[in-house]
Nanobody, 126 residues
Framework: QVQLVESGGGSVQAGGSLLLSCAAF??????????MGWFRQAPGKEREGVAI???????EYADSVKGRFTISKDNAKKTLYLQMNSLKPEDTGMYYC??????????????????WGQGTQVTVSS
């Protein structure tokens, strides 16, 4: 059974930074169809895709985080990361790590992933 475990959330002031991590268990992060991503859900809002990284290393970001967030993956550590800089209050929410096996053309920020972590809370105060 695939397990994804997030860590690194917390409270920070606007303009600050956080690094989220997601450790993957029983998921092959090295295959060229490994598709992993970060999603977030603010109170009262639908879950939205933040960033994805495909098996070929290609990345995709939501417009709202472009230039501020960076997704990356360490295959040796089987860990996915999300470096978040210049945080804004509107970045507040529960952040989820997600994974599936999919070719690049099917690896995007749509909410159709098969495996999900339990989430880590990010709170940005003004």
């Amino acid at each position: 059974q695939v397990q994804l475990v997030e860590s690194g959330g917390g409270s920070v002031q606007a303009g600050g930074s956080l690094l989220l991590s997601c450790a993957a268990f029983r998921y092959d992060v090295t295959t060229n169809v490994a598709c992993m991503g970060w999603f977030r859900q603010a109170p009262g809002k639908e879950r939205e895709g933040v960033a994805i990284i495909a098996g070929d290393g290609d990345t995709e970001y939501a417009d709202s985080v472009k230039g501020r967030f960076t997704i990356s993956k360490d295959n040796a550590k089987k860990t996915l990361y999300l470096q978040m800089n210049s945080l804004k209050p509107e970045d507040t929410g529960m952040y989820y790590c997600a994974a599936k096996y999919a070719a690049r053309r099917n690896c995007g920020t749509r909410d159709d992933f098969d495996y999900w972590g339990q989430g880590t809370q990010v709170t940005v105060s003004s």
